[in-house]
């Protein structure tokens, strides 16, 4: 099948229920290093890379030893992330239906690699792309720049689909739409604001109105 568009996928409270939990884990790092850092405040900051994030949240010279705390704290957590409803349908919908299926996450390689498996949808992903590969994580654009040479589209040719301001903005960057999803815990209203084109309630939910969607042009392309 020849694929001429693009769907570029966010992973973390995207297709997986991982946005508290990473909460969780940033607020324990930060404690662990004696630092007092709200879990509300931690929780707007969820979907930057962890480099943007320390930035937002600290000035502190520990940086790089909190993000490692961070790391050893998510790992303990990450057998309990569900995938969030309807994420491995709406991969495998998407890819069966012709669209060229992008991971674009913030998050770190050895995390994409487990929660991967929680999608199970690993049959019906062509490409990733990963923190570890670019200059500067969300909201930069450099991840889906950098998903967009590798799918070989334009922007034209491609829609994000993300959970947060962070995904909305990177893509506005590029020049992309993002259709957004609540399930990272951010209110529709606030996605809406920030320049989602569409906001729906889950993957499931954007599923049954995929048609009607931003997607739905490329797939009748």
Request: with cysteine; charged share 25%; hydrophobic share 45%.
């Amino acid at each position: 099948m020849t694929r001429r568009n693009a769907a570029l996928l966010d992973v973390d409270g995207t297709l997986v229920d991982s946005n508290y939990f990473h909460a969780v884990a940033w607020f324990r790092a930060f404690r662990a290093h004696g630092r007092t850092v709200l879990l509300s405040d931690i929780h707007r900051a969820i979907g930057m890379g962890a480099d943007q994030l320390l930035e937002r949240l600290t000035e502190d010279a520990d940086g790089k030893a909190i993000e490692e705390s961070w790391q050893q704290e998510f790992a303990r957590l990450r057998d309990e992330i569900p995938a969030t409803p309807g994420a491995g349908e709406l991969v495998r919908v998407l890819h069966q239906r012709g669209l060229t299926t992008v991971y674009a996450t913030s998050g770190q390689p050895d995390d994409v690699e487990v929660l991967r498996k929680v999608i199970g949808a690993d049959e019906h992903v062509d490409l990733e792309v990963n923190s570890s590969e670019v200059a500067s994580s969300k909201p930069a654009p450099d991840i889906f720049e950098l998903a967009l040479r590798r799918a070989d589209v334009a922007a034209n040719q491609a829609v994000v689909v993300g959970d947060t301001r962070w995904d909305i903005e990177a893509a506005a960057a590029c020049g992309l739409r993002c259709i957004a999803v609540t399930t990272g815990g951010i209110s529709a209203a606030e996605l809406r604001e920030a320049g989602a084109a569409e906001v729906y309630a889950t993957p499931a939910q954007l599923l049954q109105a995929l048609d009607r969607s931003p997607l739905g042009r490329l797939l009748s392309e």
